[in-house]
Structure formats: C-alpha cells, structure tokens
C-alpha cells in the first residue's frame, strides 16, 4: 500500500520526516517498538525550539518581569510581552491588551465564570453550555450556578455528534447570560459552527464564550472573524509547555470585570484602606506570572505559523480520513463522533474490549492512545459507553502509524475475542 | 507479548469471557458497590453470610478484562469460606499484585501476579476485593480503588 497516492491532501513524507527530526521525544522506542504517539488532544510533544527558548530562559535571562530597573528585568519583560503581541497576532485579536497570560484553558473558563458570576449572574439566570463539554466547561459554571442561583442549560447533540442549531435557537432567551461552547470536541473530534453560534447569541446581546483547548493548533482562529467575546487555551495543546494558557477576551469585559485574584502586578497603589487596579490585562495577572512558559510559548507559536497552520490542517486532515477509513474497516469497531466537520481525532469503541485492555495492549506496540471518559462524561453517557479508546493526530503523526494503529487493533481483536 | 501474556494470563481471559458467579444473589445479607469512575469499572458484590461463613457470593457489573476477571476468581474462592479466611485472601491477593510475595503453584490467584508490571492496571485487579471487604464490613459508600 502507498498511502501517500491513496490518500490526498498527505503530506510528502520527506516534509513529514523533517518536522518529525523537530520533536527529540518522538526518537525513543517504547518495550523496543518506535514510539507512535497518537495521544495529541490530550498533550502535544515539543518542537527542539520550544525547549530550548524555555532553557535559555533560564539559562541566561530568569529574573522577574514588570519590577526591576536593571538589563536583565527588562529584557524578561521585554519577552514577555512579545509573546503577549505574538499571541495577539495568532488569534488576529486586535490589542495585546485583550490577551491575559493564565495557567491554561481551565483558569480562563474559571476567569470568565467567576468574574460574571459577580457581575451579571443573578437568581434566574441561565448559563448555556453544549452537550459536548468538557468538564473544564461545564464545573467552573456549576460552581458559580450555585452562588448565585443561575441555571445550566444545554445545547444538546444528534447521534453525529452535532450541536442541534433548531434547539439552540430555542434554548436562547432573555435569561441566557453566557454561550459557552467548545470550539473542537476533544472526545468526539467535532468542529463546532461558532461563528454562526456566536451570531445568533450576539442578536440576543449575549455574550459567548469559546473553549479552543482543542482548535488552536489544528485550524486557524480568528477572533475577529468568530466574533466571539472569550476564547480560551492552553499552551501545552499547541506544542508550548504546561501551565501556560491563554484568555483572550474583548476589552469592554475586561474593563467591567473585577479582578479575579489579588496580588502583586495587578495593583496600581495598594494602602490598607483601598487599592487601585493595574490597566487590563494586568489587572488579571496576580502575583509573578509563567514568565518562562510565556516565551516558551512564543516559540510553539512561531513555530506552528513557520510550518503554516493551514499547511499543518490539511496533513491532519488527510490522516483523519485515511485512519477513518483504516479502522472502519475492523470487525466490531464503531466510531464515536462522526461529524460533517471534524478535527483530527477518533473515539472508537471495538467489540466488547474495554478500553483499558485495548490501551495496554497498544503500549506493548509502542502505540499511545488515550483511553477513558476524557473528562467528557455527558457525551459518554449520550452514546451510552463507559468508556472509548481515542487516538488523536498532530502534524508529526504519519500514515504508517495508523497502519501500526489498525494492525494492532486486529491484534487485539484476536487476543480478546471472546 | 510475553509480558501481555502475563498479565492476560489464559485463566484471567477464559474468567472474562465466562463469568462465574455472575447476576443478583437472593436473600443477601451483605452488598457493597464498586467504582473506578475514570477507567469505567463497576461492580456489585453481594453476599450471604451465615454465621462466619460466606455461604453464597454474586457479582454483577461491567469492565476490563482485569476487573472482571478477578472479580470472577474471587467468588470462586471465598464461596463457602469463612469471612476470616476471606480476609485472609484478601491480604494474599493484595501482595501478589503488589509483587511483595511469589504465588504458590497451583494458586488461582497466581494468574493475577502479571499485574505488578503493568501499575496503572493494580486499581483495576484490586476493585473486586475492595468492595467484598467493604460488603464484609457494611460500608455503605461506594468503593474506589483510583
């Protein structure tokens, strides 16, 4: 078979295999097997560039940002707010200043929830979420539900694994003060319709919020251009480092907000009476900041442009429909999320093999897939499994590593035939 | 392969694909639940306990060929014993899993000495136990071994 002519859209392999020289990681193998890491929506393995601006860091440049006045302060934060434009370049957001540095996609959600639990979540209120959330969706809002007496509502979603745009429409009322929705769904591998959502909640005047955990580092964002009020994600998702993550959200919020933690830097005058707040995005950034994982940061983003994200989407998804049509193909196998729009991630469920048995065995191939409810447990439910297996793609993964993936599972399908 | 062998020992698949003990047992008087949220392995363990012996044991739930197979093993070995000698199991299977004694020949619950090699799947070996003790104890919540 020659995957390359048989599937379109593939990547020369030649191209492949450089960027693959990129990631040191992927040279090891595993119990004496190559290493095919197919574990990408859970985290993405780093570019030589990333690790290396994060050692230099440390190596010749690590004091603190935004305080001293001597050559190396400045030049921290001389690089910690270039990372800041060069996130603010990425999502096309028009001012660095609507960009907060925050631990990943998590903390940002748990910003926003917070912040308009305090200013506009009343006795009533409904916060609109989607049947496909993450639990880093769906917490932060029950949290601040239950301090203020909002309601969570649900968009729900067809067998595909699609949001019903009727029952949005309906699900969208006075009381709705949020829209959050995940961009890409990390369980199912859905791309949702956001700017059209974003739409339809705007002629309402309410708010939407967009967890892009998954999109970033396989789609182009624009937040222009979707038009939505948060977007949210992490770092170590779009081969930066961890801890790392970013909110972008439109200015006039983080105007209105109050600060969502106390601490240094986000003050302008502190007495015992009263404090002033720092200008936004300051105000959101409490005590030193992740001033290496900013930078390193930085790096996983002009790495990701330097390849070209439209360039990296297209590889992954000419894998997305050769893996598809590698594991359709497996007796008992049944694919978990099949929408129109999808990113490069499969859920599979095969024959009456847990998942944790398919997992183990795929480790002993030197194969690495998650296994589990991916913190998706609504979606679980929905379909009705305990459990799916997922192998997820980033722009390193080849067409052979879905053969090694397909021909293990046969295996396993031998091994545990029941 | 031979590690998987190990560990998917042909008593722990032949157990999976065939069950013993397996459904509701009538007139129990001990029941516990057990649930391993993030791997999706459940279990109900129920018991009739006469005096100090274990006169019956049923158990019923869904997972990985770990989990269902140990809890499969176990009813086959504490049917019928005292709830001592239960306990007693109950510590022998914990070491072998834990690699912390060697099985003897001819044990059943040498097939489950594979596990110490692969330590993510312990939790799943071990839940079964748990929750017969919890059952022997009339714990009321639900048993986890994550």
Known sequence: MTPNTAVPGLLDQEVVAQWREDFPILRQTIYGKPLAYLDNAATTQKPRSVIETVARFYTEINSNVHRGVYYLSERATELYEEARRTVQRFLNAPSAAEIVFVRGTTEAINLVAHCLGRTRLREGSEILLSQMEHHSNIVPWQLVAEQTGAHLRVIPMNEHGELDLEQYEHLLTERTAIVA???????????????????????????????????????????????????????????????????????????????????????????????????VPYKFEAGTPNIAGAIGLKAALDYVSALGIDTIATHEHALLRYATERLQAIPGLRIIGTARQKAAIISFVLSDIHPHDIGTFLDREGIAIRVGHHCTQPVMDFFGVPATSRASFALYNTPEEVDRLAAALQKVVEFFRV | ????????????????????????????????????????????????????????????????????????????????????????????????????????????????????????????????????????????EVVTTE
């Open chain 1, 181 to 279: 929705v995940v961009h890409v769904s990390n369980s199912l591998g859905t791309i949702n319709p956001v700017a059209e959502l974003v739409r339809q909640a705007h002629a309402r005047g309410i708010p939407v919020l967009v967890d892009g955990a998954q999109a970033v580092a396989h789609l182009r964002v624009d937040v222009q251009e979707l038009d939505c009020d948060f977007y949210a994600f992490s770092g170590h998702k779009v081969y930066g480092p961890t801890g790392i993550g970013v909110l972008y959200a439109k200015r006039r919020w983080l105007e209105e907000f109050p600060p969502y933690q106390g601490g240094g830097d986000m003050i302008r005058q502190v007495t015992f009476e009263r404090t002033l707040y720092n200008e």
């Open chain 2, 1 to 140: 392969m031979e590690e998987l062998r190990e560990l998917y020992q042909q008593i722990i698949l032949e157990h999976y694909r065939n069950p013993r003990n397996f459904g509701e047992l009538s007139e129990a008087t001990h029941r516990a639940e057990g649930n391993n949220p993030l791997c999706g392995d459940r279990l109900t363990v129920e018991l009739r306990v006469l005096g100090d012996r274990i006169e019956d044991i049923r158990f019923r739930g869904s997972g990985c060929a770990i989990s269902q197979a140990s809890a499969s093993v176990m009813t086959t070995l504490v049917k019928g014993v005292t709830v001592e000698e239960a306990e007693a199991l109950f510590e022998r299977f914990h070491r072998i899993v834990l690699g912390e004694t060697e099985p003897e020949a001819l044990d059943l619950l040498a097939a489950f000495a594979g596990v110490r090699e692969f330590p993510s799947r312990v939790k799943c070996a071990t839940l079964a136990w748990h929750t017969l003790r919890a059952a022997l104890h009339n714990v009321a």
